[in-house]
């Protein structure tokens, strides 16, 4: 069974820094891009980073550029999002989500194998 698990979110005061983990089981993770989203109350759920799937290639939204850093651990099936310098627009719930078609990288429009997703929140 296809499990992909989010930890590592919490409470943390504006500049603070947080570092989200994205575990697949059951899903080899080092053939697919993997892209972190986020959702904060009321709004639309973001795309705010990917990573391809060697890990050569990052790409983040404006809004986090310079403050955020994708990486990833093939060998663990892992990918890690640091999250530093962080605002209270920060918050939200965050999730990880691997293109529904391999090959379209982190270009894809689908996006699949959803997580639970971890909270984050920032606030003083």
């Known amino acids: 069974q296809v499990q992909f698990v989010e930890s590592g979110g919490g409470l943390v005061q504006p500049g603070g820094s947080l570092r989200l983990s994205c575990a697949a089981s059951g899903f080899a993770l080092d053939a697919y891009a993997v892209g972190w989203f986020r959702q904060a109350p009321g709004k639309e759920r973001e795309g705010v980073s990917c990573?391809?799937?060697?890990?050569?290639?990052?790409y983040s939204v404006d809004s986090v550029k310079g403050r955020f850093i994708t990486s990833r651990d093939n060998a663990k099936n892992t990918v890690v999002l640091q999250m530093n310098s962080l605002k209270p627009e920060d918050t939200a719930v965050y999730y990880c989500?691997?293109?529904?078609?391999?090959?379209?990288?982190?270009?894809?429009?689908?996006?699949?194998?959803w997580g639970q997703g971890t909270q984050v929140t920032v606030s003083s």
């Open positions: 990573i391809s799937s060697s890990g050569g290639n990052t």
């Open positions: 989500a691997v293109p529904r078609f391999r090959d379209d990288g982190c270009s894809s429009k689908e996006w699949g194998y």
